[in-house]
Structure formats: C-alpha cells, structure tokens
C-alpha cells in the first residue's frame, strides 16, 4: 500500500491492517525456515510496510516518542 492510501485509513482500519501485515510476515518466515519462500525481499517489504502503519498509528494518537526535555537537567 502507498503511504497516501495509508494515511486515509481509520484508526481501526491501521490496526486491522497492522495485524494483516504481521501474519504475512509470520507466513512469509514459516516460508523462509521450510525453504519455500520464492521472493526474499517480500520479507523486507512487509517489515517496512508495518513501520509505515505504525508510525501512522503514532502520529494520529498525538504521542511523542522522544522527549524534548533535557535530561538530568
């Protein structure tokens, strides 16, 4: 999915499609471990599309990962 398609999705919708996304990559690893994985780079793609919605997922819940706060100060 394109990162503008992705970014029209309702929260619900992100979450769905995060665990759609996780069980490709659990299949494409069961794939990989039997030998029967025919595209190598399927696993690469998937991982970085369930960044993509992640990350989505992130930005509408309005979280900031890193503080912006000095530490120790």
Known sequence: MDLK?????TAPELAEKSQQLSQE???LRFQLGTGRLENPMQLRKTKRSIARVKTIQR????VDPI???????
């Open 5 to 9: 398609e992705l970014r029209q999705l």
């Open 25 to 27: 990559l659990f299949n």
């Open 59 to 62: 930005e509408l819940a309005g």
């Open 67 to 73: 503080s912006t706060t000095a530490k120790g100060a």
